[in-house]
């Protein structure tokens, strides 16, 4: 497998953590998202991903896009360990906790949109990230157990953990959630968060690697 990912973007980061944890061994190649006006701009990796957006994973003879329909695809065709719980209501819960973040949350304060905001980008950052995570501390104190639902890691948490990040990058206060500040410490701990983390990949700058 290839992985096209940048250090910092939380799609990435999603694959990164699911790649970990299911023990699949993959080639990184990296797309700087800023340096010559952003990489994933070039006529090159327009031919791997249309979209010009990380991360890609060339995988089994195909390229995939978009980072729950690859961790779908590896949970699928590599079902140990699960990402998705047994029981349907479970597995629901997850999959609206994953959404909720990477349809309600992330984009709205990814590097395409906040260029749109000029000098407002940090505040807009904060507003929509806080908003979402509002919601996200209710559902969590009704679905969380050691993590994002029940105790078991699962796709939701490999969408968490990357958000956190972000909070914390745009110095979102943390305090109002603290259920999601607990989850999040817990995974931090876990190896396969730990090896996937943006200071720890190859093309991490000097000065930002752990």
């Known amino acids: 497998p290839i992985l096209y990912s940048y250090f910092r973007s939380s799609c990435s980061w999603r694959v990164r953590i699911a790649l970990a944890l299911k023990g699949i061994s993959y080639d990184l190649v990296p797309v700087n998202l800023l340096k010559d006006g952003g990489q994933q701009f070039s006529a090159e990796f327009k031919a791997v991903n249309p979209m010009q957006q990380v991360p890609a994973l060339k995988i089994d003879g195909i390229t995939l896009s978009q980072s729950l329909a690859i961790i779908h695809y590896l949970e699928d065709t590599r079902p140990n360990p699960r990402l998705l719980p047994q029981d349907l209501k479970k597995r ?6 994953a959404d909720h973040i990477v349809s309600g949350i992330q984009p709205l304060q990814n590097l395409s949109v906040l260029k749109q905001m000029g000098e407002k980008k940090m505040e807009w950052a904060q507003n929509c990230i806080a908003s979402g995570f509002q919601a996200l501390e209710q559902i969590l104190q009704h679905t969380a157990g050691r993590y994002s639902v029940g105790d078991e890691v699962s796709m939701a948490d490999l969408c968490l953990v990357p958000q956190v990040s972000n909070a914390e990058r745009f110095r979102v206060d943390m305090d109002p959630y603290p259920t ?31």
């Open 92 to 97: 629901a819960q997850v999959r609206m906790i």
């Open 180 to 210: 999601i500040t607990r989850i999040n410490k817990a995974l931090l701990e876990l190896e396969a968060f730990k090896v996937s983390h943006p200071s720890q990949q190859p093309d991490t700058p000097a000065e930002l690697r752990a």
